[in-house]
């Protein structure tokens, strides 16, 4: 899908991904919210291409949708998890005349 991106998040200076597990698109909103976009319209996973082995902060992700930033919402702690790049979060938004904006995979 060509409106679509890979969700990372900077924690202590390193770039990381966030595992799908839990996410769902309460999660997508905030994020897509903090990119400046109006919502999320749906959330996805991305098998890794050149990203194997990239550093995973986030699983579990708990948002209820009304948070400003992903670093409100409760998950499992940073870079706590059980997951792999093969489960990358990812998400498509909307922006405020209804057409989607693509944003770096």
Known sequence: MPYSG??????????????????????????????????????????????????I?????NCTGEENSLVWCPHRGWGEHKCSNLEDAGVVCSNSTGMYKEFEN
Do not use: H
Not at 57 to 61: D, G, L, V
């Open 6 to 55: 890979r969700v990372e998040v900077k924690f202590d200076g390193k770039w990381g991904t966030v595992c799908n597990d839990s996410w769902d698109i309460l999660d997508a909103d905030v994020v897509c919210r903090m990119l400046g976009y109006v919502a999320a319209v749906q959330v996805m996973s991305f098998p890794p291409r050149k990203q194997r082995g990239r550093k």
């Open 57 to 61: 902060w986030i699983e579990s992700i």
